[in-house]
């Protein structure tokens, strides 16, 4: 099941700090930033299962 779409929109507009586009309009890194409230509403989460990478 899916967060609804506010709530994840609000963690990413929380989480994310910095967004760097190069000239071609390619993104070129996105830096995260987690503050404590963050991180404790993280590690109060159980982790969801290893998905394998295609």
Same mark, same amino acid.
């Given at each position: 099941m899916s967060a609804p =779409? #506010?709530?994840q929109k609000n963690l990413l507009q929380i989480i994310v700090k910095q967004i760097r586009v190069k000239k071609d309009q390619?993104?070129?890194? =996105? #830096?995260?930033?987690?503050?404590?409230k963050v991180n404790a509403c993280f590690l109060d989460m159980p982790l969801?299962?290893?998905r394998s990478v295609i």
């Open positions: =779409i #506010e709530t390619k993104i070129e890194g =996105i #830096e995260l930033e987690f503050d404590d969801p299962p290893k």
